[in-house]
């Protein structure tokens, strides 16, 4: 608990798009809330949210590197969190062999080093106190060979079947862990990725609000996944039969540069 006796949230990633809005989730029911980001932007996010009447503090924080969590953690002292969302994530589009190393390096360092190190060091408090929970936003890019994001859907293809083992790993020990995997989202995801020259980058996406409304509820109710959207249960469902040579080609017609609408 906080020091107001009220449950504890950290979220990462929160300062736009489906971290924002599972702060505000968090904020409006009970929690108070340490909004982490690696931009200034989280003071600004961290104002807004304080309207639902929650305690919140922002942490501007590089999470792709083990000071930045450590920052983090540091922040966290010895309160107890209550909820973990890892949400903290970050793209890249254009073909690999095009792209420069240090972005490569810092896509898997946020996506997996940063989250992994996180969800560790908070995990083990939540399994001594024998309470918690840890919602990981994974994606149904993890379902298919990211041609043209070839980093990023392997990233998110970790994190979904990390999420699953470590699910089974704490079962019984009053820890959950819910995986929470969207589809397209309308974020400043794309724009970051620097893929509006593309057909994904310019298609209609679904509202983050929903997003993360639909992932706060499945943690707190302790479910072990959520896909977001009827159009992306279908997608997975078609996925998981498909040939990965067919799925990577027709991931090629979405995310290969010069194929925006």
Not at 101 to 118: C, S
Not at 159 to 169: I, P
Request: glycine share 12%; hydrophobic share 40%.
């Amino acid at each position: 608990m906080s020091l107001d006796g009220r449950p504890l949230a950290v979220v990462t990633g929160a300062s736009t798009g489906i971290g924002y809005e599972l702060a505000k989730q968090c904020a409006s029911h009970g929690f108070d809330v340490i909004v982490v980001a690696d931009e200034p932007a989280i003071e600004r996010a961290a104002q807004a949210i304080k309207g639902d009447g929650a305690a919140v503090e922002p942490v501007q924080a590089d999470l792709a590197t083990i000071e930045g969590v450590d920052k983090l953690l540091a922040v966290i002292g010895n309160r107890p969190v209550d909820a973990l969302l890892a949400n903290a994530g970050r793209g890249l589009g254009k073909g690999f062999l095009d792209q420069d190393f240090g972005e490569v390096r810092r896509v898997i360092d946020t996506n997996i080093t940063g989250t992994v190190y996180l969800i560790q060091k908070v995990g083990r408090e939540m399994r001594r106190r024998g309470q918690g929970r840890i919602l990981i936003t994974g994606s149904i890019a993890g379902f298919t060979p990211g041609t043209y994001q070839a980093v990023y859907n392997a990233s998110k293809a970790f994190l979904d079947s990390f999420s699953f083992a470590l699910r089974a790993e704490l079962e019984d020990t009053g820890v959950t862990v819910t995986c929470l995997m969207p589809g397209a989202t309308e974020t400043e995801f794309f724009e970051r990725a620097d893929m509006m020259d593309t057909k994904i980058g310019t298609m209609k996406k679904d509202d983050p609000g929903m997003v993360a409304e639909k992932g706060f509820t499945a943690m707190m109710d302790g479910e072990g996944d959520v896909v977001t959207g009827w159009q992306n249960k279908l997608r997975t469902a078609i996925a998981s039969v498909t040939p990965a040579g067919r799925l990577a080609e027709a991931h090629r017609k979405q995310a290969a540069p010069g194929t925006a609408r």
